[in-house]
Structures are given as C-alpha cells and as structure tokens.
C-alpha cells in the first residue's frame, strides 16, 4: 500500500523521506545526522562531489570516524568516473527501500538541489541526462580542441535558449544540452518542468536558512580549515588516480583552485581567495534554488544551536504526520 502524505508520492514507504537542505556550511549534515540519531535512522547523501573516493576535505564529508548513524551515497566511484543526476535517482530510491524496509527513518541531506528533485520528484530522465553517451564525448573534444567558450557558442546557434541559461565554462551541462538537442529536447524545457513536477517519493522538507553575511563567514572559515586539514595534499594525491582526467570531479569548487596552484599558474593565496569567492556565489545560487520550492519549512541558523533545530525540526515532522493522518482518516 502507498503512504498518503501531503504532496502526493507513489513510492512505497512507511514512513516520508525527511530531506534536509540549505546552502553549503549551514550546517545539514550536523541536524541531519542528529535528526537521524533521534529517528533512528540513516542518511542518505544528495551531493554531487562526496559520491567521489578521496574527495573527503574539499567536499566537506563527514569523515567516518564522526559517523554516528550508517551514511548512503559516500565514496561511490573514483574521481576519473562519470556520474549523473540519473544515476543518483536510482541509488537513493533503492536507498529509500531498503532504509525503509528495516524499519528505519530516512533522511535525505544535500545540498545539490537538482540531486534532491531527482530523488523525491517524478523526474523522467531522457537518455541525455545518463553517461557514456558519444556525443558528450564529441563535445568534450571539441572543448579539449577549440575551448569551453567556441562549445558554448556552437550550442548558441543550435538553441539559443538553453545556451543562455548555461555558463560558458560549465562545459559539463553544454554538453548535456547537446545530448538533449541530438534527442529533438531542449535543455531549457527540461528545466522548466522542474517546477511543475509532481512527487514521486512521499517527503517533507527543513531547509536551513542563515543571513548572508554570517554565512559567508562561515564559508570563509570552512575554507581555511579545509586548507588546515590538508586539502592541498588531498588533490595532490588525486591527481594522481585520475582526477584531471574525469567530467564532473575537476570542476569541483575547491579542487579546480588548488590544481591551479600545484600546477604553477597562481599562488596559495590566490587559490585560497578563488575558493571563497566561488563558494559565496554557490552558496547563493543553492539559496535562490531552494527558495523556489514551497514545500520547504525553513528554520533559522544563524547560530546554529543543533539542539534547538533539532527540536523545531521534530516538530514540524509531528505535525506533518498529524495532518497526514488526518488525510487518511477522511479518505
């Protein structure tokens, strides 16, 4: 039988995925992992980069030692291995199943937006969004031969809309708009269902909402610590095992800095400044993505006293299930 929760859902789960979102350094992975100790449950990681081997102190993974719960979606592929939204949709909902069918709760803490959607909403990925698809391939060449800039502008004069909702530089999603042009679908169509999308897994959402300028001081203390815990020495040994040569992990916020400063081209310093800088307009752009979804109950972090949000949180998730229940009954 389908759980009946607000918001529709036609997975089957005892219980609603509890997604827990916000922008870097709000502190997720602190309350979802609290949240899941109170629960009993496990968590499932929706970030791009931690499903990467190795990239543990750029990403800010929890590292396994200060694992109080069984985390999902840690070090699933090498550096140097293509990986998808399409692909996380698959591993988290096989998650969700089996989380659930030992009697546990789920929660789903990330802060790639587009991974959260994929997981919980009804988003059917056309053969596009996968990997090991040539023309991604011809377009990484092209890029590798001609520059990220002549890619876009190709893609420019083939759909002109979807080139303007993409950077230059983001070689990654140039090249899946031309997967999706050579199927006869617009990028730009795609992510214009995004807002529209019904959900396809039964979930209630906190979001962790902290003023900008505290933030971005968070940011910049994540990042000097980062650089204490020794990220330098952390990309050096990736280099290594593959990562220049992968699609995803090179452009990865923190590393692509650094492999500029092993290679010569700029100092610390300057790495250091180009990471905070690149991390404060991430941290804006994950705050407009989620500002947009009004299923999301936002808690205030300011100053982030865990035992407190841990509270307010517990009770949104009560009074979600006392409505849900409610529902039931009168159905």
Known sequence: MVSEWPGGGSLTLSQPVICVVGPTASGKTALAQALAVRLEGEVVSADSMQIYTGMDIGTGKLLEQDRLVTHHGFDLLNPGEPYSAALFQAFARDAFEKIDAKGKRIILAGGTGFYVR????????????????????????????????????????????????IAPADTKRVARAFELY?????????????????????????????????LRHRIDERVDQMIQDGLVDEVAALLDKGLREGITAPQAIGYKEIVRYIDGEISLDEAIELIKVATHRYAKRQRTWFRKDKRIHWLSADDFDLDNLVEQSMQIILDTEEVSLCISRSS
């Open 118 to 165: 994929a997981a919980i909403d009804d988003y059917d990925f056309p053969d596009g969004e996968q990997v090991d698809n040539p023309v991604r391939d011809a377009c990484l060449t092209y890029a590798k031969e001609h520059g990220s800039n002549a890619l876009w502008e190709q893609l420019r004069q083939y759909d002109c809309e979807s080139a303007n909702l």
């Open 182 to 214: 050579a199927e006869g679908v617009s990028y730009a169509e795609q992510r214009r269902k995004l807002s529209t999308l019904p959900q396809a897994v039964p979930a209630l959402f906190v979001g962790l909402s902290v003023d900008p300028e505290i």
